[in-house]
């Protein structure tokens, strides 16, 4: 039912689900999880809002924070900080926005824009453009619809602002985004071109924001209850369970602003005696069984910790966790040849025709 | 030449004496209220085993559970102030956002929050701003605060403005305890944050227990040098242990985990120490237990910094049963065991009952437990064997057969085969273990340094030399110095090449005088 209040707990839910969807990337939702505690404390409240309602001309801001989770870690996140580039935006375009949503909802970046919304009083679209977590200004389903990819804004911490006027493609917003995010410490808080309420009825992955937190309470019920976790996000995701077993070997190296690797696990249970690697590349991209890729990029492969159903980023997986390896289905934008040539497994370095592991396309 | 390792913890006050490998004397006497009286009796005790000789004692290693109890228990704590060194950045967070309330009412000194820090590749953040900091130090002074925690953003890559902060606030406070977080934590400012917090919350407790390890030993007519233990199995020199108390929060697995080592000669190894409450599961990698690389929790706060992997699972030797369901723990008669027990004649069914009954063991009276019904017993000792054969997988790196070390007072509920597990081994002497590995604890030298326009091998046999003169300074024996630990991280942007290394050399201690020489170790 909309227009709905956010509780506090719906948004540690959004946290712990949004982890989940980031597939090991989108860095973890932790810092902007308090900063939520903080601002629920103080008073302030998220309303949550179907794209459905928004009018055709309403004006949406895309929100996202960008770059580096090593440098997060030490710059944490502020509410005020991922305002500046909506404030900027508003001014460029010389109106106000209507609403706002994630660009990603997995990882922190599920949890920013209701940062903003708590600070500004704006609503949350119940939408985002990934359904899951993403490197790339190319890699979004309004990237894929060839939507315009301009204005852009972007704030850093300290007074320098920038504002991307224009680009030729979702390729070139992404490299003068990117350099300019490097050159202010790799982070920072932007606000991505604008949507149209008609934009984001069309082409936006609608009902994300509460399919993340309907994950997250599927998982804490599930802990509650002391039944697997795992199988509460297979039921809660309509996923398939790939794999279970034990961390037993794991290789990165940053190349590229990029961090790329792999993770070998064995087999326990019903899976011993086999081993299944995943290669990452900010996320998992590509799971084998084996010698035989047996699930890749757009199929969500999240990496859960088997015990606690909690998210495995890549950045964190490590020798001897307890693991198990799903794949979640992908939004059907993903599928389209336009959506496998951004997103596909040649899209991250992988020589593979995509084959989805769910034969029936996705449900 | 021998040396005397003590272990204080929470219930007993284990003291044993070395010569070489040989274990001359070990005792267990209750710890008490006043540190320096347990010790005393301690020491006592020890000194009236046959084989030990309060001459030619060359060293005295302490390794105590005193400050991560504090931090757990709430008590014996002082306030802290927080100064970080990060604006216009990290303002939305302060300083114990996510503590436990109940130990943060106790540590909270006040929080302030000033211009300064560092970007990942070392260029500033912001300029310092040393007038935020003068008034900080003013306040605190005022405020009776006599402790602060300094963290900057990304000082653990450069901590030039945590130690001008330092130089400032001592200037404005002349007694103030500084801590700085580039000495203690990892890149992680909250949990590095964290981690600088209860150190200085320490400070007195600290003060006040290395007196009394000090009192205890001058009033036995003990004159060897004093070591306080660490988290990685180094001993630190008292005025070190002094200032930096949290790197002895997980001595006591530490040392119970290196003490298995030295008992049975193995290096590599899991180890398995059962004890009446909890069981802690490690890993030896060449004498030293690996260390965690992620968050680890301590009474609630989240920190990342030198601490030993252990996992830890409610299951000892005191773990109550439900006699009518048989449900198994988490609750335990922890050190009333010898009263509480069905086979000491209490009224408890503990895990140790039903081992007895499974005739693993023989302690107490077996006949009090008789009423057990075999299958009971089998049922139960099959669901302690799931649960540390799970325990002892679930920490293990690889999938060739390791061997596993049993120490602790509850090894009599060691199972006899884990899967994975080459073999299992009862260490000797395995209930002082923990004293044991107090006093074969060595001496490290550390440089975490950065060096500009030289090539990668100059620079890393500069630091290495350096390193090695730490060591020896802190009373190590340089013949005996090996090379644990070498990380060098370029660090773009930043004038002259410059290239961050850090170094860490590991040796014996040297022997000092013939007779014991009342040294301060660090000259």
């Given at each position: 039912?909309?227009?709905?209040?956010?509780?506090?707990?719906?948004?540690?839910?959004?946290?712990?689900?949004?982890?989940?969807?980031?597939?090991?990337?989108?860095?973890?939702?932790?810092?902007?999880?308090?900063?939520?505690?903080?601002?629920?404390?103080?008073?302030?409240?998220?309303?949550?809002?179907?794209?459905?309602?928004?009018?055709?001309?309403?004006?949406?801001?895309?929100?996202?924070?960008?770059?580096?989770?090593?440098?997060?870690?030490?710059?944490?996140?502020?509410?005020?900080?991922?305002?500046?580039?909506?404030?900027?935006?508003?001014?460029?375009?010389?109106?106000?926005?209507?609403?706002?949503?994630?660009l990603e909802i997995g990882g922190g970046n599920g949890v920013h824009p209701l940062m903003v919304a708590?600070?500004?009083?704006?609503?949350?679209?119940?939408?985002?453009?990934?359904?899951?977590?993403?490197?790339?200004?190319?890699?979004?389903?309004?990237?894929?619809?060839?939507?315009?990819?301009?204005?852009?804004?972007?704030?850093?911490?300290?007074?320098?602002?920038?504002?991307?006027?224009?680009?030729?493609?979702?390729?070139?917003?992404?490299?003068?985004?990117?350099?300019?995010?490097?050159?202010?410490?790799?982070?920072?808080?932007?606000?991505?071109?604008?949507?149209?309420?008609?934009?984001?009825?069309?082409?936006?992955?609608?009902?994300?924001?509460?399919?993340?937190?309907?994950?997250?309470?599927?998982?804490?019920?599930?802990?509650?209850?002391?039944?697997?976790?795992?199988?509460?996000?297979?039921?809660?995701?309509?996923?398939?369970?790939?794999?279970?077993?034990?961390?037993?070997?794991?290789?990165?190296?940053?190349?590229?602003?990029?961090?790329?690797?792999?993770?070998?696990?064995?087999?326990?249970?019903?899976?011993?005696?086999?081993?299944?690697?995943?290669?990452?590349?900010?996320?998992?991209?590509?799971?084998?069984?084996?010698?035989?890729?047996?699930?890749?990029?757009?199929?969500?492969?999240?990496?859960?910790?088997?015990?606690?159903?909690?998210?495995?980023?890549?950045?964190?997986?490590?020798?001897?966790?307890?693991?198990?390896?799903?794949?979640?289905?992908?939004?059907?934008?993903?599928?389209?040849?336009?959506?496998?040539?951004?997103?596909?497994?040649?899209?991250?370095?992988?020589?593979?025709?995509?084959?989805?592991?769910?034969?029936?396309?996705?449900? | 030449?021998?040396?005397?390792?003590?272990?204080?913890?929470?219930?007993?006050?284990?003291?044993?004496?070395?010569?070489?490998?040989?274990?001359?004397?070990?005792?267990?006497?209750?710890?008490?209220?006043?540190?320096?009286?347990?010790?005393?009796?301690?020491?006592?005790?020890?000194?009236?085993?046959?084989?030990?000789?309060?001459?030619?004692?060359?060293?005295?290693?302490?390794?105590?559970?005193?400050?991560?109890?504090?931090?757990?228990?709430?008590?014996?704590?002082?306030?802290?102030?927080?100064?970080?060194?990060?604006?216009?950045?990290?303002?939305?967070?302060?300083?114990?956002?996510?503590?436990?309330?109940?130990?943060?009412?106790?540590?909270?000194?006040?929080?302030?929050?000033?211009?300064?820090?560092?970007?990942?590749?070392?260029?500033?953040?912001?300029?310092?701003?040393?007038?935020?900091?003068?008034?900080?130090?003013?306040?605190?002074?005022?405020?009776?605060?006599?402790?602060?925690?300094?963290?900057?953003?990304?000082?653990?890559?450069?901590?030039?403005?945590?130690?001008?902060?330092?130089?400032?606030?001592?200037?404005?406070?002349?007694?103030?305890?500084?801590?700085?977080?580039?000495?203690?934590?990892?890149?992680?400012?909250?949990?590095?944050?964290?981690?600088?917090?209860?150190?200085?919350?320490?400070?007195?407790?600290?003060?006040?227990?290395?007196?009394?390890?000090?009192?205890?030993?001058?009033?036995?007519?003990?004159?060897?040098?004093?070591?306080?233990?660490?988290?990685?199995?180094?001993?630190?020199?008292?005025?070190?242990?002094?200032?930096?108390?949290?790197?002895?929060?997980?001595?006591?697995?530490?040392?119970?985990?290196?003490?298995?080592?030295?008992?049975?000669?193995?290096?590599?190894?899991?180890?398995?120490?059962?004890?009446?409450?909890?069981?802690?599961?490690?890993?030896?990698?060449?004498?030293?237990?690996?260390?965690?690389?992620?968050?680890?929790?301590?009474?609630?706060?989240?920190?990342?910094?030198?601490?030993?992997?252990?996992?830890?699972?409610?299951?000892?030797?005191?773990?109550?049963?439900?006699?009518?369901?048989?449900?198994?723990?988490?609750?335990?008669?922890?050190?009333?065991?010898?009263?509480?027990?069905?086979?000491?004649?209490?009224?408890?069914?503990?895990?140790?009952?039903?081992?007895?009954?499974?005739?693993?063991?023989?302690?107490?009276?077996?006949?009090?437990?008789?009423?057990?019904?075999?299958?009971?017993?089998?049922?139960?000792?099959?669901?302690?064997?799931?649960?540390?054969?799970?325990?002892?997988?679930?920490?293990?790196?690889?999938?060739?057969?390791?061997?596993?070390?049993?120490?602790?007072?509850?090894?009599?509920?060691?199972?006899?085969?884990?899967?994975?597990?080459s073999e299992i081994l009862l260490v000797p002497n395995h209930g002082v273990a923990n004293a044991v590995?107090?006093?074969?604890?060595?001496?490290?030298?550390?440089?975490?340094?950065?060096?500009?326009?030289?090539?990668?091998?100059?620079?890393?046999?500069?630091?290495?030399?350096?390193?090695?003169?730490?060591?020896?300074?802190?009373?190590?024996?340089?013949?005996?110095?090996?090379?644990?630990?070498?990380?060098?991280?370029?660090?773009?942007?930043?004038?002259?090449?410059?290239?961050?290394?850090?170094?860490?050399?590991?040796?014996?201690?040297?022997?000092?005088?013939?007779?014991?020489?009342?040294?301060?170790?660090?000259?």
């Amino acid at each position: 039912v909309y227009p709905r209040k956010l509780t506090i707990d719906d948004i540690e839910a959004l946290a712990l689900g949004a982890w989940i969807l980031g597939t090991g990337g989108g860095g973890a939702p932790y810092h902007r999880l308090l900063n939520m505690r903080e601002l629920y404390r103080d008073g302030h409240e998220v309303t949550l809002i179907d794209p459905i309602s928004l009018a055709d001309d309403a004006l949406v801001a895309v929100l996202s924070n960008m770059g580096a989770p090593l440098v997060g870690q030490e710059r944490l996140a502020d509410p005020a900080f991922a305002t500046k580039p909506v404030r900027t935006m508003e001014c460029y375009l010389g109106r106000t926005f209507d609403a706002v949503m994630s660009l990603e909802i997995g990882g922190g970046n599920g949890v920013h824009p209701l940062m903003v919304a708590a600070v500004t009083g704006y609503p949350v679209v119940d939408a985002d453009t990934m359904g899951r977590a993403y490197p790339e200004a190319q890699m979004t389903s309004v990237a894929i619809a060839g939507l315009q990819c301009f204005p852009l804004t972007l704030a850093d911490i300290r007074d320098n602002e920038v504002i991307i006027t224009r680009a030729e493609s979702w390729k070139w917003m992404e490299r003068i985004s990117r350099k300019a995010c490097t050159e202010v410490g790799s982070i920072a808080a932007t606000c991505k071109a604008p949507r149209t309420g008609r934009e984001v009825k069309d082409h936006g992955i609608l009902y994300t924001t509460t399919k993340a937190i309907d994950l997250g309470r599927a998982v804490m019920v599930a802990r509650d209850r002391h039944d697997d976790p795992v199988d509460a996000i297979i039921n809660s995701a309509d996923g398939v369970r790939l794999f279970d077993g034990k961390v037993v070997d794991v290789a990165r190296r940053a190349t590229e602003g990029f961090l790329r690797g792999q993770a070998a696990i064995e087999g326990i249970g019903a899976d011993a005696g086999s081993r299944f690697t995943v290669h990452f590349q900010n996320e998992f991209s590509v799971g084998y069984r084996g010698d035989a890729p047996v699930v890749m990029t757009p199929d969500l492969i999240c990496v859960v910790d088997s015990a606690s159903g909690d998210g495995i980023g890549t950045d964190v997986i490590r020798y001897g966790q307890r693991v198990s390896v799903l794949a979640l289905p992908s939004p059907p934008v993903f599928l389209t040849p336009q959506g496998l040539e951004n997103v596909g497994p040649r899209a991250f370095g992988f020589d593979l025709e995509f084959r989805s592991i769910f034969p029936a396309g996705p449900s | 030449m021998s040396r005397i390792g003590i272990d204080v913890g929470g219930t007993n006050t284990d003291a044993v004496m070395l010569d070489g490998a040989a274990v001359l004397g070990a005792v267990k006497t209750p710890t008490t209220e006043d540190v320096t009286g347990g010790i005393q009796a301690a020491l006592q005790a020890l000194l009236a085993e046959p084989d030990v000789s309060a001459t030619g004692i060359e060293a005295v290693m302490i390794g105590t559970t005193h400050f991560v109890n504090a931090v757990v228990q709430r008590r014996d704590l002082n306030r802290a102030a927080a100064l970080r060194i990060c604006l216009p950045s990290g303002a939305s967070l302060r300083p114990m956002v996510d503590w436990p309330e109940d130990l943060a009412v106790c540590a909270d000194g006040g929080a302030y929050l000033v211009e300064g820090g560092h970007e990942y590749d070392g260029r500033p953040l912001a300029l310092l701003d040393e007038k935020a900091i003068a008034a900080a130090g003013q306040r605190m002074r005022a405020d009776g605060v006599d402790a602060v925690a300094v963290t900057s953003v990304f000082s653990p890559i450069t901590a030039e403005h945590e130690e001008r902060a330092a130089e400032i606030l001592r200037g404005e406070h002349p007694d103030l305890r500084v801590t700085l977080s580039s000495r203690l934590g990892r890149i992680g400012l909250l949990e590095r944050e964290n981690v600088t917090l209860l150190n200085a919350s320490l400070a007195d407790l600290a003060a006040r227990t290395v007196s009394s390890f000090e009192r205890a030993l001058a009033e036995s007519g003990i004159a060897a040098p004093l070591y306080i233990t660490q988290n990685d199995g180094t001993v630190a020199a008292v005025d070190i242990a002094r200032r930096e108390p949290v790197f002895s929060f997980a001595s006591g697995p530490t040392n119970s985990m290196r003490g298995a080592a030295f008992l049975s000669g193995i290096d590599d190894a899991m180890v398995l120490d059962i004890g009446g409450t909890t069981s802690d599961i490690g890993c030896l990698v060449a004498g030293f237990p690996r260390e965690a690389n992620n968050v680890v929790e301590i009474g609630g706060v989240r920190t990342l910094f030198h601490m030993p992997d252990l996992l830890s699972i409610s299951l000892g030797g005191g773990t109550i049963l439900d006699p009518s369901t048989l449900a198994v723990g988490p609750r335990s008669v922890g050190h009333h065991l010898m009263e509480e027990a069905l086979v000491f004649g209490g009224e408890t069914l503990t895990l140790t009952d039903v081992a007895v009954a499974a005739g693993r063991a023989d302690i107490g009276d077996r006949n009090l437990v008789c009423n057990l019904s075999a299958a009971t017993v089998r049922d139960v000792m099959g669901w302690v064997e799931r649960h540390l054969s799970e325990a002892v997988d679930r920490m293990k790196t690889s999938a060739v057969g390791e061997p596993l070390l049993v120490v602790g007072g509850g090894a009599i509920l060691t199972p006899e085969t884990i899967a994975g597990i080459s073999e299992i081994l009862l260490v000797p002497n395995h209930g002082v273990a923990n004293a044991v590995g107090a006093a074969m604890a060595q001496v490290s030298g550390e440089v975490d340094h950065v060096f500009r326009d030289m090539e990668r091998d100059e620079l890393l046999r500069r630091a290495e030399e350096m390193a090695r003169a730490r060591a020896v300074a802190a009373g190590a024996d340089a013949e005996t110095l090996k090379v644990v630990d070498v990380e060098d991280l370029p660090l773009a942007y930043l004038p002259g090449n410059a290239v961050r290394a850090r170094v860490r050399v590991v040796g014996d201690i040297a022997n000092v005088a013939e007779g014991g020489d009342d040294g301060d170790p660090t000259p």
